[in-house]
């Protein structure tokens, strides 16, 4: 095998290089280089890296751990944003039962989104120091990065980082000379969207169908062969170093005051606007900062017509809505979900009718097939927006596509694929149903 | 028990398992697919969506999955807890309409040639939803089906993907061929390639699939509608096991063998013998008159007006025989107590033969001694899936009692399910059982000759000679008494000196030691009494060890050896003894090939001292073809009869269908009935008068020669209609055209032969429900017209039947006084039963190879496909039948006959003055010194086993039947 070149690859997202950072404004990505080339081990160290899981693991339990994650209400960054120090606490401990596994979700593959793969190539030692942390609490006997099958070049970097820290005793038996052992395996999936989702990502590791599992059992009970398993997603275990050196206050203060979040967020916009790109911002800024003071608005002959919050599963909202905090709080007083915080505009040239076609497409192709709604709805879905994209459509079909919507949403079918599919679908029906009936003055009158 | 509120009323219930499983069981229609008893709930169809209410101020409610949704959380129990649900409810009704309309979408409106149809789940299930109007309006995907091979065939674009094949096929029967490809609305449930099926269980899928993708070919062949099936409830006749099935007959022929739900026996499932094996029934070339060969004055007559004058001379004769007491008799394994018994009465029972060889027989008696006297009983199949260690010795149980085999799987997987249950997870959370268990299993342990379709769920398989598979067992009962009357110091000692040497051994006690329910299983396959003795000694020691829940199972190789056994009178050794002395000149054979059984040489000197041999059997044997007259008799499908499995349980099979009614000049009758009309010409009675005819009276007169089955009397209770005055329909309600099933013979409607005393209608008048007994034709209720409709006969989902346990155990007591007819009291039993529970020491020498006497030592081996004589003539299972064959242990076949010897060349067996030529095969688990020799298989005859036979090289087979 042909030994891996890092060097001089041209940095995939530029942007969240080029604006200041400090450690106290940006935790997780002041460490990054300007030239968007990785964070080696020697160069991490040198940035104080690995100092904060040295001193927890050799003066702090497991639980002080875990309590003071929880303080500092860190939730999961990976679209559901649940609280990871709950998830933790949560974890099945205790006589007959198996010591727990931990598993980073880096299956990244939520349409529009590259925060964790930004954070996988450039910053790799702060995702296995956040591991290692998160498997010190949780108890954890081994740790499993389970990486999108097209992240090659992430998969290269983390490989080599891997390498490196169980080189230097960061990994494997008594880290750094205590008492805890712990060692990290990269598995690459073959590439499913539903392999994000975290039981289809365990059934997927074991080598079995990427199905998802029913819950409960939860992960935290019996995940990976078995054994309670953690499952984080890359962004939250890089966040886990950070609350741990500045504690729970700190954190909390790096958030907008009463978004109801902790901590700073990726973030990013993509679409016609002036600068796409991530940036790592204060958790609960309004959505205008982020369009306007860092995408620099939209691009010239472009008008913004509505926009997704976190990827395509989010629902859309309106130009007015975009003083909106990006917040959990702030995207549920429009009743949707914040997602990944990482925004797509939709300019004036784009038709929804095609939009929705390409995301529906999307999900229906991604559906792993387990549960009929997903299976059989989305693909029915797609026809549909198929036939009055092209001009095929009828008159009921609208009204097909929303019964078809409400017979999607959460506990109807299996996980959490369909429902959020017909997010987007769903909040388009409602806001630019016009579009979709202005396809229909094309479509060819019905035979008598 | 505790209480749930569904919409509006209020239930009893136990608040076990799941809220579907509760639902159905109190007669509440939820429509499902992807759940289904046996195999538990995963929740992919999402069809049976109800509304959850927290308490009675929560009107919005939740919708959930019932079989996903603890019955708990339904319950009602005190203040707090309010619940309730609504299966009516708007937003529930309407998802599983869309759910329904979703699962429609894709597939094809071919209902009307789809042999699915009228007993489909899918249909029952859409009807149930509501849904009719469809709005889709797009094209349906398009799939090409395989070729699974003769049993099962394949239509996939009727698939609904809820996964129960796949579920099934890998999870439950431990199937590796069959799989789910694809994702998301392009799943494809089939083979990586077209061909056969692997699984002997293969069959189930067309009941265990909810619609036509997987569908009966044996019955697609002759297909009919289910609503136009008449029904028999059989016992099946391809194994000891006794498999409960729904027969299913239109216009005189057998059309297909349905499973029959029980929860001890078979449950949900047959084996594809039990299946696809009945197609002797509808030869063309069975006798169906009197059949008599000319050249002899016992058939003159025949020339004379038909039947009657045959059956008036040979009355006559066979008299004068029996009162000069130059008569035998011989009978069958394979045919009823009451065919058996009659012949008996017939001829008398000095003169009757239960016509097993002396060998066998004596072997039967022991397991028919064990159920009354072995420390330990027998464990039904239900048992045996329950328990949590299995020990196998010398059968190959896939193809000698597969029902049983699938049990023992069960029983491996019944690990996975103790340690969810730990866990806090339930039995009925199908997948989260696996998750969690990932694959660990029971210990199963399998001493045998060689490799069995059990090694892959095996702990450990130890390939043994039989010789030494006797030492093996022996061994294995002296070190559980030594380990057991030591103190645990010493017998982790004396065990961990036996890890290197005998490891087998020594893991087998660790695993009973360790087990509650543990289950030692041998039989017949091996041919030999010392290893019966033996593991009876096994079965001794585990309860002297206190595992009184441990169970002993000794399998008979035919469906009513035991039965044949229990009776007693002489072998059939003996009684040809007589026959090639000259003592007889009548010979009368009751459904038994002594062709099987006997050498050619031996046959023909028999033969050649008779004056006549006639010969009763349904089927034209290579040995009926020798008779000189052939009665021309019932096949189970066409008469009751009683059998007795290995367990001792007295079961009835009931005739499907009268053979006379559509054909008028056939002759085919129940042989006791043959006999009650040539006892009636004797006494000069009418026909028929002094034998009772019904099938209680019948028996009742069995148990007045024979008390021991004595237990079974009053069988015909379970089969019963709770209506007075009424009997059980054979046919759903919905059958028409009773009065036109004729109408090509006769215009008169001379209605359906109707037997007086049976508790079964012939035809669709009658009672349908599912009160009674425990026997029911069918599963049919209104609205369920699949077999899902065994929900509605069950006390819970999955559970016993309402009325109760198919059949008898005939020692269910175990009394001690009782003693089998001619049973040499405890002679055979003596060795190995006495005090301490083993006799003397075993020779550690025995385990080495030993090369005892000349030549090789001959390993009986068995088929599930072919090894059985009746199947086996079924033309459509013959496809799956190989032929017969000689197994060599590779590297010895190279030794003995040189490198260039490859598979398929021919070999020539030879013991006395008897040779076989075979293709031969290779082994890698066969020990050296041993061929092994599939019996039965091809007609290959079973004196061959357990013989020491010379082998050499031969050119080329000298002719087709592998005999020079």
């Avoid at chain 2, 006969?793 to 003693?819: H, S």
Wanted: aromatic share 8%.
């Amino acid at each position: 095998m042909k030994p891996a070149v890092f060097s001089q690859r041209m940095p995939s997202f530029g942007r969240v290089n080029q604006v200041p950072r400090t450690a106290e404004t940006h935790p997780l990505t002041w460490r990054l280089r300007d030239d968007g080339q990785t964070v080696w081990l020697d160069e991490y160290r040198q940035k104080g890296g690995y100092r904060v899981a040295e001193t927890q693991l050799a003066h702090k339990t497991p639980e002080d751990i875990c309590r003071c994650v929880k303080e500092a209400g860190l939730k999961g960054r990976g679209g559901a944003g649940f609280l990871a120090g709950i998830k933790w606490s949560l974890t099945a401990r205790g006589e007959g039962i198996p010591a727990a596994y931990l598993v980073c979700n880096a299956d990244e593959m939520e349409p529009n989104t590259f925060k964790d793969r930004m954070l996988l190539e450039q910053l790799p030692h702060l995702l296995i120091e956040g591991m290692i942390l998160a498997g010190y609490a949780n108890q954890a006997v081994r740790g499993f990065i389970f990486l999108r099958g097209e992240y090659v070049h992430a998969a290269r970097v983390v490989e080599r980082a891997i390498g490196e820290a169980r080189e230097a005793g960061l990994l494997g038996a008594h880290i750094a000379g205590t008492d805890y052992s712990f060692d990290l395996q990269l598995h690459v999936g073959a590439g499913r969207y539903i392999c994000g989702e975290e039981t289809a990502l365990l059934n997927a590791l074991e080598g079995r169908r990427a199905n998802p599992r029913a819950k409960p059992p939860f992960p935290g009970q019996a995940g990976a062969w078995g054994r309670p398993t953690v499952v984080n997603n890359v962004e939250t275990l890089c966040n886990v170093p950070v609350v741990l050196e500045h504690g729970p206050e700190w954190y909390q203060a790096l958030a907008r005051p009463e978004s109801g979040e902790s901590g700073t967020k990726l973030m990013g916009f993509a679409g016609a606007v002036r600068r796409p790109g991530i940036w790592e911002v204060p958790f609960g800024i309004s959505a205008r900062e982020l369009f306007e003071d860092y995408a620099g608005g939209m691009r010239p002959g472009y008008r913004l017509k509505a926009w997704q919050p976190g990827g395509a599963s989010t629902g859309f909202l309106l130009p007015e809505d975009l003083d909106l905090p990006m917040s959990s709080a702030g995207m549920a007083r429009k009743g949707l979900r914040l997602g990944t915080a990482l925004a797509l505009a939709v300019d004036d040239r784009v038709s929804m009718v095609a939009l929705l076609h390409n995301i529906e497409s999307f999900f229906s192709r991604e559906s792993c097939g387990w549960c009929t709604p997903c299976r059989e709805g989305l693909a029915w879905a797609v026809k549909l927006l198929s036939a009055l994209k092209d001009g095929r459509g009828r008159a009921e079909d609208i009204q097909q596509l929303e019964k078809l919507v409400g017979h999607l949403q959460p506990g109807m079918s299996f996980c959490g694929l369909a429902p959020g599919a017909s997010e987007p679908l769903r909040s388009a029906l409602a806001l630019f149903r016009d579009e979709f009936e202005a396809t229909l003055a094309r479509s060819p009158p019905l035979p008598a | 028990m505790a209480s749930i509120h569904i919409d509006g009323k209020t239930y009893e219930v136990d608040g076990a398992g799941n809220l579907l499983e509760a639902c159905l069981s109190l007669g509440l229609d939820i429509p499902y697919f992807c759940w289904h008893p046996a195999l538990g709930s995963v929740g992919s169809c999402r069809q049976c969506a109800v509304k959850l209410h927290k308490d009675e101020s929560d009107k919005r409610g939740m919708l959930v999955m019932a079989c996903m949704t603890d019955a708990k959380a339904a319950l009602r129990h005190g203040p707090e807890h309010k619940a309730w649900i609504s299966i009516e409810d708007e937003d529930a009704t309407a998802f599983r309409k869309q759910v329904a309309e979703w699962l429609m979408a894709n597939h094809p409106h071919d209902c009307p040639v789809c042999s699915e149809g009228g007993q489909c789940q899918l249909q029952d299930m859409i009807m149930m939803t509501g849904h009719g109007q469809r709005a889709y309006r797009f094209g349906k995907r398009y799939y090409t089906s395989q070729n699974l091979g003769p049993f099962v065939a394949h239509e996939m674009n009727r698939c609904i993907g809820c996964y129960r094949c796949v579920r099934y096929y890998q999870d439950y029967a431990g199937g590796t061929d069959l799989g789910v490809f694809g994702s998301r609305d392009r799943l494809f449930f089939g083979r990586e390639t077209d061909g056969v099926l692997e699984s002997e269980f293969a069959g189930n899928l067309t009941e265990i699939c909810p619609t036509g993708v997987f569908t009966d070919k044996a019955y697609e062949g002759q297909f009919t509608r289910k609503w136009d099936l008449r029904y028999g409830p059989g016992i099946c006749q391809g194994c000891a096991v006794g498999c409960a099935i729904s027969a299913g007959e239109r216009y005189g022929t057998l059309r297909r063998v349905e499973n029959r739900y029980n929860s001890t026996i078979n449950g949900y499932f047959l084996c594809d013998r039990g299946r696809f094996g009945t197609g002797y029934v509808n030869r063309k070339d069975r006798p169906r008159k009197i059949y008599a060969a000319h050249g002899s004055e016992w058939h003159s007559l025949q020339e004379r007006n038909g039947s009657e004058a045959v059956l008036a001379d040979l009355s006559t004769k066979l008299a004068e025989k029996i009162a000069a007491e130059r008569v035998i008799a011989i009978g069958s394994p394979r045919a009823s107590l009451e065919n058996n018994h009659a012949l008996e009465r017939l001829v008398g029972e000095e003169h009757f033969s239960s016509g097993v060889p002396e060998e066998e027989l004596k072997r039967l008696r022991f397991m028919a001694r064990m159920l009354q006297v072995a420390p330990l009983p027998s464990p039904t199949i239900e048992e045996v899936e329950q328990s949590d260690a299995v020990i196998i010795f010398g059968e190959d149980l896939t193809q000698t009692a597969a029902r049983m085999a699938l049990a023992v799987r069960q029983a491996a997987r019944q690990r996975e399910v103790a340690l969810a249950q730990e866990r806090g997870v339930a039995a009925w959370q199908a997948r989260a059982v696996s998750g969690i268990g990932q694959g660990a299993k029971n210990p199963v342990m399998i001493a045998s000759p060689a490799a069995t379709r059990l090694d892959d769920v095996a702990l450990h398989t130890a390939h043994v000679s039989p010789s030494n598979l006797v030492a093996l067992a022996q061994r294995l009962a002296q070190v559980l008494v030594a380990v057991g009357s030591s103190k645990s110091d010493a017998a982790e000692a004396v065990l961990s000196d036996l890890e290197e040497d005998e490891p087998w051994v020594a893991c087998a006690v660790r695993v009973l030691l360790k087990a509650e329910r543990p289950v030692l299983i041998s039989g017949e396959a091996m041919m030999s009494l010392p290893l019966l003795e033996a593991v009876a000694a096994c079965a001794a020691a585990l309860h002297q060890q206190g595992k009184q829940q441990g169970r002993l199972a000794l399998l008979p190789r035919e469906a009513n050896g035991m039965g044949v056994a229990m009776m007693g009178r002489m072998s059939l050794d003996a009684a040809w003894k007589r026959v090639q002395r000259g003592e007889v000149d009548a010979l009368l054979v009751l459904e038994n090939d002594l062709t099987r059984a006997f050498s050619p040489v031996q046959l023909k000197q028999g033969l050649a001292q008779l004056e006549v041999c006639i010969v009763a059997d349904h089927q034209f044997t290579s040995f009926a073809q020798q008779a000189d007259l052939v009665l021309p008799t019932a096949s189970f499908a066409e008469e009751d009869g009683s059998y007795v499995n290995y367990e001792g349980r007295v079961q009835r099979s009931y005739a499907v269908f009268d053979p006379t009614a559509m054909a008028g000049e056939d002759e085919i009758r129940p042989f006791y009935k043959w006999a009650a009309d040539i006892r009636a010409r004797q006494a000069d009675m009418p026909q028929g008068c002094d034998t009772a005819c019904d099938e209680e009276a019948l028996y009742n007169e069995l148990v007045v020669d024979h008390p021991i089955f004595a237990a079974g009397r009053g069988l015909s209770k379970q089969c019963y209609a709770p209506v007075a005055g009424e009997r059980l329909a054979r046919q759903s309600p919905r059958a028409s055209g009773r009065t036109a099933e004729r109408a090509n013979l006769s215009v008169w409607d001379k209605g359906y032969h109707q037997k007086s005393g049976s508790g079964l209608s012939a035809t669709m008048e009658g009672y349908s429900g599912t009160e009674g007994g425990a026997v029911h034709p069918f599963a049919w209720q209104p609205g369920w017209n699949s077999p899902q409709a065994w929900i509605a006969y069950q006390t819970t989902p999955g559970g016993p039947l309402k009325g109760g346990e198919l059949g008898v155990r005939l020692f269910a007591k175990r009394p001690k006084n009782v003693l089998l007819c001619g049973c040499d009291e405890d002679e055979l039993l003596k060795d190995s039963l006495s005090e301490g529970g083993v006799a003397g020491s075993v020779d550690h020498a025995a385990f080495a190879d030993k090369d005892e006497g000349e030549g090789l030592e001959v390993v009986p081996l068995y088929h599930l496909f072919g090894s059985e004589e009746l199947s086996a003539r079924s033309p459509l299972f013959a496809q799956r039948c190989e032929s017969p064959y000689v197994l060599l242990n590779e590297q010895e076949a190279h030794e003995r006959f040189g490198d260039d010897l490859a598979e398929g060349a021919s070999l020539c067996l030879s013991c006395g003055t008897q040779s076989l030529i075979l293709p031969c095969r290779f082994s890698e688990t066969l020990g050296r010194g041993q061929v092994g020799l599939p019996v039965g298989l091809g007609g290959v005859p079973r004196f061959w086993g357990r013989q020491r036979v010379s082998l050499e090289r031969v050119a080329a087979p000298l002719c087709e039947e592998g005999r020079p």
